[in-house]
């Protein structure tokens, strides 16, 4: 099965700064990759997702690399802020399987 | 607006005493699923519906039941908890995004506490 490993399990930012979560995976065949955003106390939101026919996404402040022959992606946060602060974890799939592969979780603590 | 809800969000037992959670969603969607979350950890899936077909996962522990009565509501029944089941537990349901993927939407969760 698919195995996601994530680095780092957890990263302090200064705000203003950027925030960057390194995931590999191990199956090849994975096409599908979401990155998902847990506030404490909530359930986990997809905050942006990538496929494999593309190696770059950008939605304001967030983006998300994949490196397809690496198998590795990454999730960029620009000009971090305090409400970034959350545990974000990557994930990967087959774009037709129901079940994704969590990553561990990177805890981000963005300070003031 | 559309969700997914979960009852109740924080839910005391005692060690052995059954227990069921509650999800139900707005979304209309195919797919339900319930994870277990324990602290600093990624959700780990326990089974997942495709409309009123379970898939179980493999290391799912007998203890853990399911039950979809329909699109809308999904049931977690612990039989006999014992104080390694205290965690959070989430509900999500996807559906399929338009180039591929199933995008999961959680619930809030249920905090569960084992006395």
């Known amino acids: 099965g698919e195995n996601v490993e994530q680095h780092p399990s957890t990263l302090s930012v200064q705000e203003g700064d950027s925030a960057v979560i390194k995931c590999t995976y191990s199956?090849?065949?994975?096409?599908?990759f979401p990155w998902y955003k847990q506030e404490l106390g909530k359930g986990p939101q997809l905050i942006i997702d990538i496929r494999s026919n593309v190696g770059e996404k950008k939605d304001q402040r967030i983006a998300v690399t994949l490196n397809k022959t690496a198998k590795h992606f990454s999730l960029h946060i620009t000009e971090t802020q305090p409400e970034d602060s959350a545990v974000y974890f990557c994930?990967?799939?087959?774009?037709?399987?129901?079940?994704?592969?969590f990553g561990a979780g990177t805890t981000v603590t963005v300070r003031a | 607006d559309a969700m997914v809800i979960q009852n109740p969000r924080y839910q005391v037992t005692q060690f052995g005493k059954p227990v069921t959670l509650s999800c139900s969603q707005t979304l209309n969607h195919n797919v339900m699923y319930w994870y277990q979350q324990k602290s600093s950890q990624a959700p780990k899936l326990l089974f997942h519906?495709?409309?009123?077909?379970?898939?179980n996962e493999a290391d799912t522990p007998d203890n853990f039941q399911s039950r979809r009565p329909n699109t809308s509501f999904c049931f977690l029944d612990i039989r006999s908890p014992g104080l390694g089941d205290a965690a959070m537990y989430l509900c999500?349901?996807?559906?399929?995004?338009?180039?591929?993927?199933?995008?999961?939407?959680f619930g809030p969760g249920t905090r569960l506490t084992v006395t």
């Open positions: 994930a990967a799939s087959l774009s037709n399987d129901y079940k994704l592969s």
């Open positions: 999500a349901t996807s559906s399929p995004r338009a180039g591929g993927g199933y995008e999961q939407y």
């Open positions: 199956d090849s065949a994975s096409n599908y």
């Open positions: 519906y495709y409309d009123k077909d379970f898939n």
